[in-house]
């Protein structure tokens, strides 16, 4: 009868772990199936993505005429890339180095060629809007909308574009950052840098987020790091609107330069450190050591983040700008004006002329 308590004792403690050992395999069970749903989700929000947005995409060719040739020998360079459809009319967006300059360009929708008419070409973006002659019997739309704000790092991207000579592929990437410089040169706004590769024909595609809405296009890529930049949809919107009313874009310019400083509490102060004689900046009453705040809605916090501050203000027309002089908050009210023909001098890392 003593035996029994030491037998009781050594069959549960066998019982214990073989219940353990159970629990685990199926905790572990349990675990692969959650992730396998995950995968499948994942995978069927891909699919729906890529069937509501194919029939947007489309393959841009454009010819260029080496100059200095007979016309009769003449030597033509053909570009290719992609593009979309941003509306109803037939306007599609495509890159500037696949459409400014070029003799003609094509689309290429569901293998029928397309005509089209030059709408406008902003290089310093390296956007161009082009209007299809003669419209295809049944095409989608991707929506530019200026109100989706930029994704944070590590969303997941999707891609839908035409490499090579085949149709509309899908391709999942990354948001690996938001630049507004590269190395000294400093952006013309903020450009969201991802995983995707936009080699062989990808550029200017569409990169939607996983709601399917579009958050950018591809506008350059990244060998070194083998990815690229997109334009972001707001920025996307402020151009479109101006190529679509006047074939051009009109940046507008404030007339000042600013550099940064550290200040007691090593905090960053972007102050204006010269301001260009006649210009707006000098006639709405901003003067020199001003810190600079906010620029219309965007706030300041680094010197790079003046050329997207200005980059959304509108030529002619009148926007916010606060600082800080002394101890003392001011707001000015500025009115812009387009940026001067004459070149202006362009700061480095440290300062930047708008």
């Known amino acids: 009868m003593k035996a029994l308590p030491v037998l009781f004792f050594s069959l549960s403690v066998r019982h214990f772990r073989i219940c353990w050992v159970v629990l685990f395999w199926g905790f572990c069970t349990l675990s692969a199936c959650a992730n396998s749903a995950d995968a499948l989700a994942l995978q069927q929000r891909l699919i729906e993505i890529f069937d509501q947005n194919k029939d947007a995409v489309v393959r841009v ?6 100059p200095d040739t007979d016309e009769r020998e003449s030597q033509i360079t053909l570009r290719v890339g992609t593009g979309f459809f941003v509306s109803k009319e037939g306007h599609v ?13 094509w689309i290429e929708f569901k293998g029928k060629l397309y005509a089209t008419e030059a709408v406008g070409h902003d290089r310093l973006t390296n956007i161009s809007i082009l209007q299809v002659v003669k419209l295809p019997e049944e095409f989608a739309i991707i929506p530019v909308d200026a109100s989706v704000r930029p994704p944070v790092l590590g969303s997941v991207t999707v891609a839908i574009s035409c490499p090579l000579d085949l149709g509309p592929s899908p391709s999942m990437g990354m948001v690996t950052g938001i630049d507004k410089k590269l190395g000294k040169k400093v952006f013309p ?41 997109c334009l972001p949809s707001d ?3 402020r151009i479109r609107d101006d190529l679509l009313f006047s074939g051009h ?7 000042f ?4 400083k550290l200040n007691n509490d090593n905090t960053n102060i972007v102050y204006l450190s010269k301001l260009i004689e006649g210009a707006p900046a000098l006639e709405a009453g901003l003067k020199e050591g001003d810190h600079l705040l906010s620029i219309g809605d965007r ?3 680094n010197v790079v983040d003046v050329p997207t501050a200005v980059f959304f203000t509108r030529a002619n027309q009148y926007t916010s700008v606060k600082i800080l002089r002394g101890v003392e908050k001011m707001e000015f ?5 387009p940026w001067p023909q004459k070149p202006l001098k362009v700061g480095t890392d440290r300062s930047f002329s708008d």
């Open 61 to 66: 060719k454009a010819a260029y005429r080496k």
């Open 93 to 105: 967006m495509v890159s500037a180095s696949r459409a400014a300059g070029a003799d003609r360009v």
């Open 189 to 229: 706004t903020a450009y969201i840098r991802t995983s995707l590769d936009v080699s062989a024909g990808r550029g200017g595609c569409p990169v939607l987020d996983m709601n399917g809405r579009l958050i950018g296009m591809a506008v350059a890529s990244i060998p070194d790091l083998g990815g690229s930049y």
């Open 235 to 237: 920025a996307l919107a």
């Open 249 to 255: 874009i009109i940046h507008s310019w404030i007339g």
């Open 257 to 260: 330069e600013v550099a940064s």
């Open 299 to 301: 706030i300041i916090e």
């Open 333 to 337: 009210s500025v009115k812009t004006l």
